[in-house]
């Protein structure tokens, strides 16, 4: 969808489309979660937390994981199994 059309939707089309994104975005997070567990290797995209870091803790909205003895806080968003 490109941006003129994006501007030609209503406001109640736009409230839709932002609960379907909504919802698609928890469905996707929903699977990478199901893919983790603690003691699982995975990687973080982002440029200051390179290399392979272990799951410690999962939480509803992030993960604990460490890697030597730095341990992160990160978003379920950036991470990848390895």
């Known amino acids: 969808m490109t941006n003129s059309e ?3 939707l209503s406001l109640v089309e736009l409230k ?7 919802f698609a ?3 996707r997070l929903g699977d990478v979660v199901n893919e983790l567990s603690v003691g699982s290797k995975v990687t ?6 390179s290399g392979e870091w272990t799951v410690r803790k999962i939480n ?23």
């Open 16 to 22: 839709e489309l932002r609960r379907k994104i909504a």
């Open 6 to 8: 994006i501007n030609h």
């Open 60 to 82: 509803r909205k992030t993960v604990v994981v460490e890697q030597g003895d730095r341990r992160v806080r990160s978003s379920h968003a950036l991470l990848a199994a390895v």
């Open 44 to 49: 973080i995209n982002h440029r200051k937390a």
């Open 25 to 27: 975005i928890e469905d």
